[in-house]
C-alpha cells in the first residue's frame, strides 16, 4: 500500500488528446406528461449543435431538470421527438438507453458521491459503462482508466485529494470530484443540473470556470442548467430561458433584454437591474405555491 501514500503525477493530456467527438442534441416538438398529469415540457422544439455552452434559467417549476433528464432517458418523452448523438431518445429501450447514459456525464446539485469511498474511487465510477463487470468487482482497473482519473482529477485541481475520503472534502471540491467523475467518462456531452445551487459565490465561480474549460478546452457539449442570472449571463454563451414548461428565449446570454427576463421571470426588473434580487423574490414566490422541484437526485 506503500505506492498509495504518494499521489501519482497526472498523465498528461490522456483525456483531451483523446477526446471524443462530442454530441449535438435535437428536440423536435418535445412535450413530457408526468404521470400525474403536470406538464414538465410544452412542445419544445431546439438544436443544441456539438461542442455548445449552454446555459439553461427559468424559475422553479419551469422544467430546466424536466429537460436535463429527458436528454438521458431518465424521465420519458411523451410526443415529439429527441436525439441526442445518433441516438433517439424517445422510444428507446432499456439497452440503448443504459449505453446512452455511458456517454453522457451527470453533474447534479447534491453532487451524488459516495461519501466513505476514496475520491480516486468514486472518480473510477465514471468507467464503469466502459469495463467489463469483473474487472469492476475486483476493482481491478485497467492503467489507463487510473490515468483517465489522475488526469481528470488534476484538471480540475485536486489531484492531491486522490486518497481522501469524499466526505471529508468541502461541497466545493466534492463538486469537483463529480465533475472529474464525469471527464473520466469520456463523455460526448456533459448535463448538469444546478451544479453551483449549494455553493458559495467565489466556490460557484470556480466550479463554473471548471465547466466552460472542459466545454473550450476539450469541446464536449456542456449544458448547465442555473439559479443565478449573473452565472448564466457570464458562463453561458447561449442562454435557453424556460417558463411553465416552454422556451421563451433563445439566444446570446449578453444580448438578453430587460423584456427577455420580464417573459422568462414573469415580472418586469427594477430600475437598478437587481436581477438576482429580483429573481430570489420569484423563487419564493413559486416556492410557496408548490411548485418547486421534486426528487433532484
Ligand atoms: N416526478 C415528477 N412527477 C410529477 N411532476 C413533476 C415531477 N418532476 C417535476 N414535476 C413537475 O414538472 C414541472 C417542471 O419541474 P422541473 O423539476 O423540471 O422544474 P425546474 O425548472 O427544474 O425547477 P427547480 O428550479 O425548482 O429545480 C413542475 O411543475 C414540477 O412540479
Ligand atoms: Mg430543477
Known amino acids: 500500500m506503500n505506492a498509495q501514500l504518494t499521489p501519482p503525477r497526472a498523465a498528461t493530456g490522456v483525456g483531451a488528446a483523446n477526446a471524443p467527438t462530442p454530441w449535438g442534441i435535437d428536440l423536435d416538438g418535445v412535450t413530457v406528461r408526468y404521470p400525474n398529469g403536470t406538464v414538465g415540457l410544452k412542445d419544445v422544439s431546439l438544436s443544441i449543435p456539438a461542442g455548445s455552452m449552454v446555459a439553461i434559467v427559468g424559475l422553479s417549476g419551469s422544467g430546466k431538470s424536466t429537460l436535463i433528464r429527458t436528454m438521458n432517458g431518465l424521465v420519458p418523452v411523451t410526443s415529439g421527438t429527441l436525439r441526442v448523438g445518433d441516438t433517439t431518445v424517445s422510444g428507446a429501450g432499456g439497452a440503448a438507453l443504459r449505453a446512452l447514459r455511458g456517454e453522457i456525464g451527470m453533474v447534479f446539485q447534491g453532487f ?17 459503462a466502459h469495463t467489463p463487470l469483473w474487472r469492476t468487482l475486483l476493482g ?64 460557484a465561480h470556480g466550479v463554473m470556470g471548471d465547466l466552460r474549460r472542459i466545454n473550450e478546452e476539450r469541446g464536449i457539449t456542456v449544458l448547465v442548467n442555473l439559479h443565478l442570472l449573473d452565472l448564466a449571463r457570464e458562463y453561458g454563451v447561449r442562454m435557453i430561458g424556460m417558463r411553465a414548461g416552454e422556451v421563451v428565449y433563445d439566444g446570446p446570454a449578453a444580448s438578453a433584454s430587460d423584456g427577455d427576463f420580464e417573459n422568462i421571470y414573469g415580472r418586469a426588473i427594477g430600475s437598478d437591474g437587481d436581477f438576482e434580487n429580483i429573481y430570489g423574490r420569484a423563487i419564493g414566490s413559486a416556492d410557496r405555491l408548490g411548485t418547486g422541484e421534486r426528487g433532484s437526485q
Do not use: C, H, M, W
Open 140 to 203: 481491478a482497473y485497467r492503467e489507463r482508466d487510473r490515468e483517465l482519473a489522475y488526469e481528470a482529477l488534476d484538471s480540475v485541481g485536486i489531484l492531491q485529494k486522490l486518497y481522501a475520503r469524499a466526505s471529508d472534502l468541502s461541497g466545493g471540491q466534492q463538486q469537483r470530484v463529480a465533475i472529474a467523475r464525469a471527464l473520466t467518462q469520456q463523455p460526448k456531452v456533459v448535463l448538469a443540473d444546478e451544479p453551483v445551487a449549494s455553493l458559495d459565490p467565489p466556490t
Open 112 to 128: 451524488n458521491l459516495a461519501g466513505r469511498a476514496s475520491v480516486l474511487q468514486n472518480v473510477l465510477v465514471g468507467r464503469l
